[in-house]
Nanobody, 130 residues
Framework: QLQLVESGGGEVQNGGSLRLSCATS????????IGWFHQAPGKDREGASC????????YYADSVKGRFTISRDNAKTTVYLEMNNLKPEDTGVYYC???????????????????????WGDGTQVTVSS
């Protein structure tokens, strides 16, 4: 069973940067797609960026394109989200989520269909002050 643990959240000012980490265990990531999902206060959880571990293909929501970068480590155990030029609307809890390649055929499929997610972390809070 894939297990996910997020870290790296915090509070920054408008225009600041943060790097989130998602440490994984319990499964071989070659058979998974992993993503970062944003839940703003009072809103539904939405995909921000996702990555297919076996071929490094990625997907970014329009709201984060050009500002966020998703990547993985060489050991394929940790997925990162580099967040630059943060805006107040980026505030919320960021969850790491994953699904097997049989549940999500592409990174975009993972990010745009939240019910596909089979494993979730507990989330990390990001607060961007104006």
């Amino acid at each position: 069973q894939l297990q996910l643990v997020e870290s790296g959240g915090g509070e920054v000012q408008n225009g600041g940067s943060l790097r989130l980490s998602c440490a994984t265990s319990g499964a071989t990531l070659d058979y998974y797609k992993i993503g970062w999902f944003h839940q703003a206060p009072g809103k539904d959880r939405e995909g921000a960026s996702c990555i297919s571990i076996n071929d490094d293909s990625t997907y970014y929501a329009d709201s984060v394109k050009g500002r966020f970068t998703i990547s993985r480590d060489n050991a394929k155990t940790t997925v990162y989200l580099e967040m630059n030029n943060l805006k107040p609307e980026d505030t919320g809890v960021y969850y790491c989520g994953g699904a097997s390649v049989w549940s999500a055929s592409t990174a975009e499929a993972l990010c745009t269909d939240v019910p596909r997610i089979g494993s979730w972390g507990d989330g990390t809070q990001v607060t961007v002050s104006s």
